[in-house]
């Protein structure tokens, strides 16, 4: 376990650089990144799928969607409307890291992008670890999954300062309890903000995007205009 620590470090550390460098990108642009993250199937896509749907013309959303060896989420996410969307094959890699994002980052139009969303490869382990550059790692969770995630991923919820809570539509169905789900998720990180919503019949999705519209006002500095 401490051999496997210590050859990682140095990897962290480059990405730790990467990280940074992406980050005082986005901060001259007042761009808002967020690194969505989750096991495969909670939904990553098809909130973002609505969220560029809903958000559109009133936001100007890039997308960067990672994916470990096909281009689907991307071609379903440019389907929806996502004008600036770039597909990440990480070529077997499971999790992005931030080499990865950098160049299609600075090729984005970014004086002109609001939102920067990062759909992250379907894994709670290793993305835990790799800092994008982001304002906000969002983890995900369904109700067909176990209540008790963010006790065997303490990382990622540590890490993570959103927690959305999707597929709600289906509670009652499964053994998911909501209570237990927060319960556990504050175990770990008390200071977690908790969206619960369906992606399916659109219940809980209006609170979800008036969030993002006010944290891209905070980015972007509501006194001092948008210069
Ligand atoms: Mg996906
Ligand atoms: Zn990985």
């Known amino acids: 376990?401490?051999?496997?620590?210590?050859?990682?470090?140095?990897?962290?550390?480059?990405?730790i650089h990467h990280a940074g460098r992406i980050r005082a990108l986005l901060e001259r642009h007042r761009v808002t990144a967020f690194n969505l993250?989750?096991?495969?199937?909670?939904?990553?896509?098809?909130?973002?799928?609505?969220?560029?749907?809903?958000?559109?013309?009133?936001?100007?959303m890039a997308l960067i969607a990672?994916?470990?060896?096909?281009?689907n989420d991307a071609d379903r996410l440019k389907?929806?409307?996502?004008?600036?969307?770039?597909?990440?094959?990480?070529?077997?890699?499971?999790?992005?890291?931030?080499?990865?994002?950098?160049g299609t980052v600075a090729q984005l139009?970014?004086?002109?992008?609001?939102?920067?969303?990062?759909?992250?490869?379907g894994n709670l382990v290793c993305p835990a670890a790799y800092d994008l550059g982001e304002h906000e790692k969002i983890v995900l969770i369904s109700t067909?999954?176990?209540?008790?995630?963010?006790l065997k991923y303490p990382v990622m919820f540590r890490n993570a300062s959103v927690m959305v809570i999707n597929k709600i539509d289906l509670l009652g169905l499964t053994e998911f309890s909501l209570a237990t789900v927060k319960e556990n998720a504050f175990l770990i990180n008390p200071d977690l903000r908790v969206?619960?919503?369906?992606c399916r019949t659109g219940e809980g999705l209006s609170a979800w995007f008036d969030w993002l519209q006010q944290r891209v006002a905070r980015v972007r500095g509501t006194e001092s205009g948008h210069g």
Request: a negative charge; glycine letters at 10%; one cysteine or more.
């Open 37 to 60: 993250v989750s096991s495969p199937g909670s939904g990553k896509t098809s909130l973002l799928e609505r969220t560029l749907k809903a958000l559109a013309g009133k936001l100007n």
């Open 79 to 102: 389907a929806a409307g996502g004008q600036w969307v770039r597909p990440l094959e990480t070529g077997g890699t499971c999790h992005l890291e931030a080499a990865m994002l950098s």
């Open 66 to 71: 990672g994916d470990v060896s096909t281009q």
């Open 195 to 198: 969206f619960e919503l369906s």
């Open 144 to 150: 067909v999954e176990g209540d008790d995630k963010p």
């Open 109 to 121: 139009d970014l004086p002109a992008t609001d939102i920067l969303f990062i759909e992250n490869v």
């Open 1 to 15: 376990m401490s051999r496997k620590i210590a050859l990682d470090r140095p990897l962290l550390q480059e990405n």
